[in-house]
Protein backbone atom coordinates (compact mmCIF):
# COMPACT_ATOMS: atom_id res chain seq x y z
CA UNK A 1 0.00 0.00 0.00
CA UNK A 2 1.73 3.37 -0.40
CA UNK A 3 2.09 5.95 1.30
CA UNK A 4 -0.29 8.53 1.96
CA UNK A 5 1.35 11.69 -0.07
CA UNK A 6 -0.05 15.14 0.43
CA UNK A 7 -0.51 16.89 -2.62
CA UNK A 8 1.60 20.35 -3.55
CA UNK A 9 -0.95 21.99 -3.11
CA UNK A 10 -1.86 20.45 -0.33
CA UNK A 11 1.70 21.78 1.35
CA UNK A 12 1.03 25.02 0.12
CA UNK A 13 -2.03 25.69 2.00
CA UNK A 14 -0.37 24.16 4.81
CA UNK A 15 2.07 26.65 5.04
CA UNK A 16 -0.62 29.31 4.68
CA UNK A 17 -0.98 31.24 8.05
CA UNK A 18 -3.06 33.78 8.98
CA UNK A 19 -1.75 37.75 7.87
CA UNK A 20 -0.02 39.11 11.74
CA UNK A 21 0.65 36.04 13.23
CA UNK A 22 4.45 34.96 14.68
CA UNK A 23 5.80 31.62 14.70
CA UNK A 24 5.82 29.53 17.63
CA UNK A 25 9.67 30.43 18.29
CA UNK A 26 9.11 34.42 17.78
CA UNK A 27 6.03 34.74 20.23
CA UNK A 28 8.00 33.23 23.10
CA UNK A 29 11.02 35.58 21.88
CA UNK A 30 8.54 38.65 21.85
CA UNK A 31 7.20 37.63 25.36
CA UNK A 32 10.57 36.98 27.08
CA UNK A 33 11.41 40.50 25.78
CA UNK A 34 8.94 42.67 27.02
CA UNK A 35 9.45 40.56 30.53
CA UNK A 36 13.21 42.53 30.19
CA UNK A 37 11.79 45.50 29.14
CA UNK A 38 9.14 45.18 32.37
CA UNK A 39 11.66 44.32 34.87
CA UNK A 40 14.35 46.81 33.62
CA UNK A 41 11.76 49.24 34.17
CA UNK A 42 10.50 48.24 37.46
CA UNK A 43 14.46 48.16 38.27
CA UNK A 44 15.13 51.53 37.29
CA UNK A 45 12.18 52.75 38.98
CA UNK A 46 13.61 51.60 42.56
CA UNK A 47 16.76 53.01 41.44
CA UNK A 48 15.47 56.42 41.20
CA UNK A 49 12.94 56.11 44.37
CA UNK A 50 16.13 55.11 45.78
CA UNK A 51 18.37 58.39 44.94
CA UNK A 52 15.34 60.13 45.34
CA UNK A 53 14.95 59.50 49.18
CA UNK A 54 19.05 59.85 49.72
CA UNK A 55 18.69 63.35 48.22
CA UNK A 56 15.55 63.86 50.00
CA UNK A 57 16.53 66.50 52.68
CA UNK A 58 12.77 67.21 55.23
CA UNK A 59 12.35 70.87 55.43
CA UNK A 60 10.73 70.07 59.36
CA UNK A 61 12.23 67.76 61.59
CA UNK A 62 10.78 66.33 64.83
CA UNK A 63 10.64 68.08 68.26
CA UNK A 64 9.56 67.09 71.33
CA UNK A 65 7.94 70.28 72.98
CA UNK A 66 6.25 71.01 76.67
CA UNK A 67 4.93 74.28 78.14
CA UNK A 68 5.34 76.63 80.66
CA UNK A 69 3.76 76.38 84.09
CA UNK A 70 5.52 79.52 85.76
CA UNK A 71 8.22 82.46 85.03
CA UNK A 72 9.76 84.76 87.78
CA UNK A 73 13.21 86.44 88.41
CA UNK A 74 15.59 84.72 86.44
CA UNK A 75 13.95 81.24 86.48
CA UNK A 76 11.12 78.85 84.74
CA UNK A 77 9.27 76.10 85.57
CA UNK A 78 8.38 73.39 82.28
CA UNK A 79 6.50 70.43 81.94
CA UNK A 80 6.27 67.96 79.06
CA UNK A 81 9.72 67.43 78.48
CA UNK A 82 10.09 64.29 79.78
CA UNK A 83 13.52 63.44 78.31
CA UNK A 84 15.44 66.38 79.20
CA UNK A 85 19.14 66.06 80.32
CA UNK A 86 20.95 67.67 83.00
CA UNK A 87 22.15 70.93 81.67
CA UNK A 88 20.73 70.73 78.60
CA UNK A 89 19.76 73.69 76.75
CA UNK A 90 15.92 74.31 76.02
CA UNK A 91 14.70 76.69 73.49
CA UNK A 92 12.24 79.18 74.89
CA UNK A 93 9.66 81.54 72.29
CA UNK A 94 11.20 85.06 71.12
CA UNK A 95 15.02 83.94 70.86
CA UNK A 96 15.22 82.73 74.29
CA UNK A 97 17.55 80.23 76.49
CA UNK A 98 17.33 78.47 79.58
CA UNK A 99 19.34 75.74 81.37
CA UNK A 100 17.80 72.56 82.74
CA UNK A 101 18.66 72.89 86.24
CA UNK A 102 16.28 70.89 88.28
CA UNK A 103 14.94 67.76 86.65
CA UNK A 104 11.79 66.36 88.76
CA UNK A 105 9.27 64.05 87.65
CA UNK A 106 6.56 66.16 86.46
CA UNK A 107 8.62 69.28 85.35
CA UNK A 108 11.80 71.00 85.49
CA UNK A 109 13.52 74.21 86.88
CA UNK A 110 14.89 75.91 84.15
CA UNK A 111 17.36 79.32 84.45
CA UNK A 112 17.07 81.79 82.00
CA UNK A 113 19.49 82.99 79.99
CA UNK A 114 18.24 86.03 78.57
CA UNK A 115 14.90 88.34 78.89
CA UNK A 116 12.19 86.60 80.14
CA UNK A 117 9.59 90.02 80.05
CA UNK A 118 7.78 88.34 77.15
CA UNK A 119 7.36 84.99 78.19
CA UNK A 120 4.01 83.65 80.00
CA UNK A 121 2.76 80.37 81.34
CA UNK A 122 1.40 77.70 78.60
CA UNK A 123 4.46 79.01 76.12
CA UNK A 124 5.77 76.10 74.21
CA UNK A 125 9.30 75.23 75.09
CA UNK A 126 11.29 73.05 73.39
CA UNK A 127 14.34 70.93 73.32
CA UNK A 128 17.90 71.57 71.12
CA UNK A 129 19.34 68.28 72.65
CA UNK A 130 22.63 69.79 73.37
CA UNK A 131 24.43 71.61 76.17
CA UNK A 132 25.27 75.37 76.48
CA UNK A 133 28.42 76.15 73.94
CA UNK A 134 30.19 79.61 72.99
CA UNK A 135 32.46 80.30 70.19
CA UNK A 136 35.92 80.59 70.26
CA UNK A 137 38.97 81.50 68.01
CA UNK A 138 41.27 84.21 67.67
CA UNK A 139 38.43 86.11 66.16
CA UNK A 140 37.33 87.03 69.59
CA UNK A 141 40.67 88.54 70.44
CA UNK A 142 40.43 92.50 70.90
CA UNK A 143 36.41 92.40 71.14
CA UNK A 144 34.07 92.55 74.30
CA UNK A 145 31.34 89.76 74.30
CA UNK A 146 28.60 88.80 76.73
CA UNK A 147 28.79 84.80 77.85
CA UNK A 148 26.54 83.61 75.25
CA UNK A 149 29.12 85.23 72.43
CA UNK A 150 27.12 88.11 71.13
CA UNK A 151 29.62 90.87 70.71
CA UNK A 152 28.77 94.00 73.08
CA UNK A 153 31.52 96.62 71.22
CA UNK A 154 29.17 97.56 68.14
CA UNK A 155 31.99 96.22 65.98
CA UNK A 156 30.18 93.33 64.03
CA UNK A 157 29.99 89.90 64.28
CA UNK A 158 32.15 87.66 65.07
CA UNK A 159 34.21 84.85 63.34
CA UNK A 160 34.66 82.29 65.38
CA UNK A 161 36.40 78.81 64.29
CA UNK A 162 34.43 76.25 66.49
CA UNK A 163 32.22 76.10 69.41
CA UNK A 164 33.19 74.31 72.67
CA UNK A 165 30.82 73.64 75.59
CA UNK A 166 31.37 75.68 78.64
CA UNK A 167 31.07 72.95 80.96
CA UNK A 168 34.02 70.85 80.31
CA UNK A 169 36.19 68.49 82.25
CA UNK A 170 39.40 69.40 83.76
CA UNK A 171 42.63 68.04 82.59
CA UNK A 172 43.64 64.61 83.77
CA UNK A 173 46.88 64.34 85.97
CA UNK A 174 48.94 62.54 83.70
CA UNK A 175 48.06 65.68 81.19
CA UNK A 176 49.54 67.92 83.77
CA UNK A 177 53.38 69.47 84.04
CA UNK A 178 54.46 71.08 86.91
CA UNK A 179 54.50 74.49 87.07
CA UNK A 180 57.70 75.95 86.01
CA UNK A 181 57.56 79.37 84.27
CA UNK A 182 57.22 82.28 85.93
CA UNK A 183 54.48 84.82 85.55
CA UNK A 184 55.35 88.29 85.83
CA UNK A 185 53.13 90.87 87.13
CA UNK A 186 55.73 93.82 87.12
CA UNK A 187 54.61 94.67 90.14
CA UNK A 188 57.58 94.51 92.34
CA UNK A 189 55.39 92.96 95.47
CA UNK A 190 54.42 89.91 94.14
CA UNK A 191 57.31 89.46 91.44
CA UNK A 192 59.29 89.59 94.49
CA UNK A 193 58.12 87.71 97.45
CA UNK A 194 54.48 86.60 96.42
CA UNK A 195 55.65 84.57 93.09
CA UNK A 196 53.01 83.32 90.18
CA UNK A 197 53.97 80.31 88.39
CA UNK A 198 52.11 79.78 84.54
CA UNK A 199 49.55 77.25 85.23
CA UNK A 200 48.81 78.32 89.40
CA UNK A 201 45.46 79.90 90.59
CA UNK A 202 46.34 82.74 93.11
CA UNK A 203 43.73 84.65 95.21
CA UNK A 204 43.37 88.19 94.89
CA UNK A 205 41.25 89.06 98.08
CA UNK A 206 40.48 91.88 100.02
CA UNK A 207 37.58 94.40 101.33
CA UNK A 208 35.75 97.14 98.81
CA UNK A 209 38.07 99.44 97.06
CA UNK A 210 41.51 98.22 98.33
CA UNK A 211 42.68 97.99 94.74
CA UNK A 212 42.08 93.91 93.61
CA UNK A 213 41.14 94.86 90.29
CA UNK A 214 43.90 97.34 89.62
CA UNK A 215 46.15 94.37 90.41
CA UNK A 216 44.29 92.03 87.78
CA UNK A 217 44.61 95.01 85.45
CA UNK A 218 48.74 95.56 86.11
CA UNK A 219 49.16 91.78 85.51
CA UNK A 220 47.06 92.39 81.81
CA UNK A 221 49.22 95.12 80.71
CA UNK A 222 52.69 93.42 81.60
CA UNK A 223 51.69 90.79 79.26
CA UNK A 224 52.57 93.09 76.31
CA UNK A 225 55.12 91.30 73.85
CA UNK A 226 55.22 88.10 75.97
CA UNK A 227 52.94 85.82 73.94
CA UNK A 228 50.50 85.63 76.66
CA UNK A 229 47.17 85.52 75.75
CA UNK A 230 45.01 87.87 78.01
CA UNK A 231 40.76 87.13 79.12
CA UNK A 232 38.96 89.52 81.76
CA UNK A 233 35.70 88.12 82.56
CA UNK A 234 33.85 90.61 84.68
CA UNK A 235 30.91 89.24 86.43
CA UNK A 236 28.29 91.12 88.50
CA UNK A 237 30.26 94.12 88.06
CA UNK A 238 28.59 97.72 87.68
CA UNK A 239 28.46 98.96 83.67
CA UNK A 240 31.00 101.82 84.91
CA UNK A 241 33.37 100.13 86.42
CA UNK A 242 34.15 97.36 83.46
CA UNK A 243 33.35 100.96 80.97
CA UNK A 244 36.72 102.05 83.36
CA UNK A 245 38.55 98.48 82.94
CA UNK A 246 38.29 98.52 79.07
CA UNK A 247 39.20 101.80 78.75
CA UNK A 248 42.16 101.25 80.49
CA UNK A 249 43.22 97.98 78.56
CA UNK A 250 41.98 99.71 74.84
CA UNK A 251 44.35 103.21 75.78
CA UNK A 252 47.24 100.96 77.00
CA UNK A 253 47.24 98.71 73.44
CA UNK A 254 46.06 95.75 75.93
CA UNK A 255 43.12 94.90 73.94
CA UNK A 256 45.62 93.65 71.24
CA UNK A 257 45.74 90.04 73.27
CA UNK A 258 42.84 90.64 75.11
CA UNK A 259 39.17 89.50 75.08
CA UNK A 260 36.83 90.88 77.68
CA UNK A 261 33.85 88.67 78.61
CA UNK A 262 30.80 91.18 80.45
CA UNK A 263 28.11 89.91 82.86
CA UNK A 264 26.70 92.98 84.39
CA UNK A 265 24.98 93.49 87.16
CA UNK A 266 21.92 94.11 85.84
CA UNK A 267 21.85 91.14 83.23
CA UNK A 268 19.58 88.23 84.19
CA UNK A 269 21.41 85.88 87.36
CA UNK A 270 21.66 82.99 84.73
CA UNK A 271 23.97 84.81 82.67
CA UNK A 272 25.96 85.95 85.64
CA UNK A 273 25.91 82.11 86.88
CA UNK A 274 27.65 80.87 83.44
CA UNK A 275 29.76 83.73 82.73
CA UNK A 276 33.20 82.35 84.34
CA UNK A 277 32.65 79.34 82.79
CA UNK A 278 32.32 80.38 78.73
CA UNK A 279 35.38 82.46 79.33
CA UNK A 280 37.26 79.49 80.73
CA UNK A 281 36.05 77.23 77.63
CA UNK A 282 37.57 80.67 75.09
CA UNK A 283 41.03 80.54 77.06
CA UNK A 284 40.94 76.69 77.40
CA UNK A 285 40.92 76.81 73.29
CA UNK A 286 44.19 78.77 73.33
CA UNK A 287 45.58 76.85 76.11
CA UNK A 288 44.99 73.61 73.67
CA UNK A 289 46.93 75.20 71.35
CA UNK A 290 50.09 75.61 73.26
CA UNK A 291 49.39 79.46 74.25
CA UNK A 292 49.61 80.73 77.66
CA UNK A 293 46.60 82.58 79.01
CA UNK A 294 45.78 84.61 81.79
CA UNK A 295 42.36 84.73 82.40
CA UNK A 296 40.68 87.13 85.41
CA UNK A 297 37.15 86.07 87.36
CA UNK A 298 35.90 89.61 88.71
CA UNK A 299 34.83 88.66 91.06
CA UNK A 300 33.48 85.69 92.34
CA UNK A 301 31.68 86.69 95.29
CA UNK A 302 29.30 87.89 92.82
CA UNK A 303 29.05 84.64 91.40
CA UNK A 304 28.94 82.91 94.30
CA UNK A 305 25.25 85.34 95.13
CA UNK A 306 24.10 85.07 91.68
CA UNK A 307 24.24 81.01 92.10
CA UNK A 308 22.44 81.46 95.67
CA UNK A 309 19.90 83.83 94.25
CA UNK A 310 18.86 80.69 91.41
CA UNK A 311 19.20 78.13 93.74
CA UNK A 312 16.52 79.49 96.33
CA UNK A 313 14.58 80.40 93.48
CA UNK A 314 14.75 76.72 92.59
CA UNK A 315 13.85 75.74 96.48
CA UNK A 316 17.12 74.09 96.55
CA UNK A 317 17.83 73.17 100.24
CA UNK A 318 20.25 76.36 101.47
CA UNK A 319 22.79 75.85 104.28
CA UNK A 320 25.76 78.47 105.93
CA UNK A 321 24.74 81.54 104.83
CA UNK A 322 21.88 80.78 102.65
CA UNK A 323 24.30 79.44 100.00
CA UNK A 324 23.78 75.64 98.54
CA UNK A 325 25.93 72.40 99.41
CA UNK A 326 27.18 72.77 96.04
CA UNK A 327 28.77 75.89 96.17
CA UNK A 328 31.84 74.39 97.17
CA UNK A 329 32.03 72.38 93.60
CA UNK A 330 30.60 74.90 91.41
CA UNK A 331 34.08 76.77 92.27
CA UNK A 332 36.29 73.79 92.57
CA UNK A 333 35.37 72.36 88.92
CA UNK A 334 35.84 75.83 87.36
CA UNK A 335 39.28 76.35 88.85
CA UNK A 336 40.65 72.88 88.22
CA UNK A 337 40.34 73.58 84.81
CA UNK A 338 43.45 75.90 84.92
CA UNK A 339 46.78 74.57 84.93
CA UNK A 340 49.69 73.61 82.84
CA UNK A 341 49.54 71.01 80.11
CA UNK A 342 52.50 68.35 79.40
CA UNK A 343 54.41 68.59 76.30
CA UNK A 344 52.75 65.77 74.15
CA UNK A 345 49.53 67.92 74.56
CA UNK A 346 51.39 71.30 73.50
CA UNK A 347 52.64 72.77 76.45
CA UNK A 348 50.29 75.44 77.08
CA UNK A 349 48.80 76.64 80.16
CA UNK A 350 46.21 79.02 81.98
CA UNK A 351 46.84 80.76 85.01
CA UNK A 352 43.97 81.94 86.72
CA UNK A 353 43.50 84.88 89.39
CA UNK A 354 40.05 84.80 90.74
CA UNK A 355 38.96 88.33 93.06
CA UNK A 356 36.86 87.78 96.01
CA UNK A 357 35.64 90.51 98.04
CA UNK A 358 35.70 90.39 101.42
CA UNK A 359 33.52 92.10 104.66
CA UNK A 360 35.06 94.03 107.56
CA UNK A 361 38.70 92.01 107.02
CA UNK A 362 36.53 88.72 107.33
CA UNK A 363 38.89 86.18 105.63
CA UNK A 364 37.67 83.28 107.37
CA UNK A 365 33.80 83.75 105.85
CA UNK A 366 32.38 80.98 104.26
CA UNK A 367 33.22 81.87 100.53
CA UNK A 368 36.62 83.18 101.19
CA UNK A 369 37.94 79.74 103.14
CA UNK A 370 36.45 77.97 100.13
CA UNK A 371 38.44 79.57 97.65
CA UNK A 372 41.45 79.54 99.73
CA UNK A 373 41.45 75.91 100.28
CA UNK A 374 40.75 75.53 96.23
CA UNK A 375 43.79 78.00 95.13
CA UNK A 376 47.50 77.58 95.43
CA UNK A 377 47.98 80.70 96.85
CA UNK A 378 46.06 84.16 97.93
CA UNK A 379 47.07 88.09 98.13
CA UNK A 380 45.41 89.62 100.78
CA UNK A 381 44.77 93.34 100.18
CA UNK A 382 44.98 95.47 103.70
CA UNK A 383 42.27 98.33 104.06
CA UNK A 384 45.01 99.62 107.21
CA UNK A 385 47.67 99.75 104.47
CA UNK A 386 45.62 101.62 101.39
CA UNK A 387 44.56 104.49 104.09
CA UNK A 388 48.48 104.66 104.77
CA UNK A 389 48.93 105.15 101.03
CA UNK A 390 50.89 101.65 100.75
CA UNK A 391 50.02 100.98 97.29
CA UNK A 392 49.37 98.29 96.21
CA UNK A 393 48.42 97.77 99.67
CA UNK A 394 49.65 93.83 100.09
CA UNK A 395 50.00 92.02 103.39
CA UNK A 396 52.85 90.04 102.81
CA UNK A 397 52.06 88.51 106.06
CA UNK A 398 48.79 87.05 105.18
CA UNK A 399 50.17 86.12 101.47
CA UNK A 400 50.98 83.38 100.28
CA UNK A 401 52.23 81.75 97.13
CA UNK A 402 52.60 77.97 97.85
CA UNK A 403 53.84 76.99 94.29
CA UNK A 404 54.99 79.99 92.59
CA UNK A 405 58.70 80.49 94.43
CA UNK A 406 59.44 76.99 92.44
CA UNK A 407 58.60 79.02 89.17
CA UNK A 408 60.60 82.36 90.24
CA UNK A 409 63.61 82.52 88.52
CA UNK A 410 66.93 82.20 90.55
CA UNK A 411 68.26 85.74 89.76
CA UNK A 412 64.57 86.83 91.91
CA UNK A 413 65.29 84.46 94.31
CA UNK A 414 69.13 85.40 94.38
CA UNK A 415 68.28 89.39 95.51
CA UNK A 416 64.87 88.63 97.12
CA UNK A 417 65.13 86.04 99.52
CA UNK A 418 65.86 87.37 102.60
CA UNK A 419 63.43 90.09 102.14
CA UNK A 420 59.65 89.05 103.23
CA UNK A 421 61.52 87.85 106.62
CA UNK A 422 63.15 91.29 106.89
CA UNK A 423 59.91 92.85 106.18
CA UNK A 424 57.90 90.66 108.26
CA UNK A 425 60.55 91.57 111.29
CA UNK A 426 60.12 95.35 110.28
CA UNK A 427 55.88 95.33 110.74
CA UNK A 428 56.50 93.29 113.93
CA UNK A 429 58.85 95.97 115.44
CA UNK A 430 56.84 98.76 113.64
CA UNK A 431 53.64 98.12 115.98
CA UNK A 432 55.82 98.08 119.41
CA UNK A 433 57.56 101.64 118.03
CA UNK A 434 53.99 103.20 117.62
CA UNK A 435 53.88 102.83 121.70
CA UNK A 436 57.11 104.99 121.81
CA UNK A 437 59.19 102.49 123.64
CA UNK A 438 62.64 103.05 123.96
CA UNK A 439 64.20 101.42 120.95
CA UNK A 440 68.45 100.20 120.51
CA UNK A 441 70.75 100.70 117.96
CA UNK A 442 69.25 97.62 115.98
CA UNK A 443 66.00 97.92 116.58
CA UNK A 444 66.13 101.35 114.99
CA UNK A 445 68.21 99.89 112.30
CA UNK A 446 65.75 97.51 111.02
CA UNK A 447 62.80 99.89 111.08
CA UNK A 448 64.72 102.00 108.95
CA UNK A 449 65.33 98.94 106.79
CA UNK A 450 61.70 97.75 106.80
CA UNK A 451 60.47 101.16 105.62
CA UNK A 452 62.88 101.36 102.62
CA UNK A 453 61.79 98.04 101.85
CA UNK A 454 58.11 99.60 101.80
CA UNK A 455 59.04 102.19 99.94
CA UNK A 456 60.89 99.98 97.45
CA UNK A 457 57.47 97.97 96.78
CA UNK A 458 55.24 100.69 96.94
CA UNK A 459 54.30 101.36 92.90
CA UNK A 460 51.71 103.48 91.31
CA UNK A 461 48.93 101.82 88.87
CA UNK A 462 48.99 101.28 85.69
CA UNK A 463 53.42 101.11 85.98
CA UNK A 464 54.87 98.14 85.85
CA UNK A 465 58.22 97.37 86.11
CA UNK A 466 60.21 95.49 84.13
CA UNK A 467 62.67 92.24 85.40
CA UNK A 468 65.89 93.76 84.68
CA UNK A 469 64.17 96.70 86.43
CA UNK A 470 63.06 95.55 89.43
CA UNK A 471 66.41 93.10 90.01
CA UNK A 472 68.35 96.03 90.16
CA UNK A 473 66.44 97.92 92.81
CA UNK A 474 66.16 95.19 94.69
CA UNK A 475 69.93 94.57 94.73
CA UNK A 476 70.47 97.95 95.17
CA UNK A 477 68.28 98.02 98.48
CA UNK A 478 69.88 94.49 99.83
CA UNK A 479 73.65 96.17 99.07
CA UNK A 480 72.48 99.23 101.44
CA UNK A 481 72.83 101.61 98.39
CA UNK A 482 69.11 103.20 99.49
CA UNK A 483 69.98 102.89 103.23
CA UNK A 484 70.84 107.12 103.20
CA UNK A 485 68.28 107.63 100.98
CA UNK A 486 65.56 109.51 102.39
CA UNK A 487 61.62 108.23 102.05
CA UNK A 488 59.95 110.96 100.16
CA UNK A 489 63.01 110.67 97.62
CA UNK A 490 62.96 106.97 96.88
CA UNK A 491 60.87 106.85 93.93
CA UNK A 492 62.86 109.21 91.75
CA UNK A 493 65.96 106.67 93.05
CA UNK A 494 63.39 103.94 91.66
CA UNK A 495 63.22 105.59 88.55
CA UNK A 496 67.12 106.05 88.08
CA UNK A 497 67.88 102.83 88.86
CA UNK A 498 64.94 101.36 86.50
CA UNK A 499 66.67 103.54 83.68
CA UNK A 500 70.22 102.28 84.36
CA UNK A 501 68.86 98.66 84.35
CA UNK A 502 67.92 99.28 80.33
CA UNK A 503 71.88 99.57 79.73
CA UNK A 504 72.93 96.58 81.06
CA UNK A 505 74.23 94.07 78.44
CA UNK A 506 71.97 92.36 76.69
CA UNK A 507 73.40 88.65 77.67
CA UNK A 508 73.05 89.91 81.21
CA UNK A 509 69.47 90.69 80.77
CA UNK A 510 69.16 87.64 79.13
CA UNK A 511 70.03 85.89 82.63
CA UNK A 512 67.28 86.97 84.11
CA UNK A 513 64.96 85.63 82.24
CA UNK A 514 66.54 82.10 81.97
CA UNK A 515 66.90 79.74 85.21
CA UNK A 516 70.64 80.08 85.93
CA UNK A 517 71.25 82.42 88.98
CA UNK A 518 73.69 85.79 88.60
CA UNK A 519 77.22 85.12 88.79
CA UNK A 520 79.68 87.49 91.55
CA UNK A 521 80.29 89.54 88.52
CA UNK A 522 76.32 89.89 87.07
CA UNK A 523 76.12 91.50 90.72
CA UNK A 524 79.31 93.64 91.00
CA UNK A 525 78.29 95.08 87.16
CA UNK A 526 74.82 95.79 88.31
CA UNK A 527 75.73 96.80 91.78
CA UNK A 528 78.49 99.25 89.96
CA UNK A 529 75.94 100.27 87.69
CA UNK A 530 73.39 101.38 90.39
CA UNK A 531 75.62 103.06 92.98
CA UNK A 532 76.74 105.39 89.44
CA UNK A 533 73.42 106.33 88.63
CA UNK A 534 72.42 107.49 92.10
CA UNK A 535 75.62 109.42 92.78
CA UNK A 536 74.88 111.16 89.36
CA UNK A 537 70.96 111.28 90.07
CA UNK A 538 72.29 112.98 94.11
CA UNK A 539 74.80 115.81 91.97
CA UNK A 540 72.26 116.80 89.76
CA UNK A 541 69.65 117.49 92.26
CA UNK A 542 72.34 119.48 94.34
CA UNK A 543 73.49 121.27 91.81
CA UNK A 544 69.96 122.17 90.27
CA UNK A 545 68.63 122.61 93.92
CA UNK A 546 67.65 126.06 94.57
CA UNK A 547 69.15 128.81 96.77
CA UNK A 548 67.18 129.76 99.37
CA UNK A 549 66.88 133.76 99.62
CA UNK A 550 68.69 135.33 102.02
CA UNK A 551 67.22 135.96 105.44
CA UNK A 552 66.02 140.03 105.66
CA UNK A 553 68.46 141.66 107.59
CA UNK A 554 66.54 142.63 111.59
CA UNK A 555 66.19 146.71 112.12
CA UNK A 556 66.85 148.37 114.92
CA UNK A 557 64.35 150.50 116.70
CA UNK A 558 65.84 153.53 115.30
CA UNK A 559 65.36 152.37 111.94
CA UNK A 560 61.77 151.95 112.24
Known amino acids: MEPLRLSQDSRKSRDRRPVGKAPRNDRGNNVKTATDLLGAGIASAFTGMAEARDGFAPSFAPRETGRIISVSTGIAHVAGLMSTGSD ?82 AAAIMDRARVALPLQTGLKV ?28 DTILNQRGKDVLCIYCAIGQRGSAVAKAISVLRDNGAMDYSIVVVAEGNDPPGLTYIAPYAATSIAEHFMEAGRDVVIVYDDLTQHARAYRELSLLLRRPPGREAFPGDIFYIHSRLLERATHLSADLGGGSL ?29 YLSPSLFELGVLPAVDVGRSVSRVGGKAQRAAFRAVAGDLKLAYAQFEELETFARFGAHLDADTRQTIAHGQRIRACLKQAELSPVSVPGQITILLALTEGLLAQTPLDRMVAAQTTLCEAAGGLPEDVQGRFETASSLSEDDRTMIVELARKALHSRSKNALETAPVPAPAPASTTPAQR
Not at 192 to 213: S, V, Y
Not at 357 to 363: K, M, S, V
Open 351 to 379: TALPIIETEAQDIAAYIPTNLISITDGQI
Open 190 to 217: IDALIPIGRGQRELILGDRQTGKTAIAI
Open 88 to 169: ELLAFPGGAFGIAFNIDETEIGVVLLTDHAHLQAGDTVARTGRVMDVGVGDGLLGRVIDPLGRPLDGKGNIVTESRLPIERP
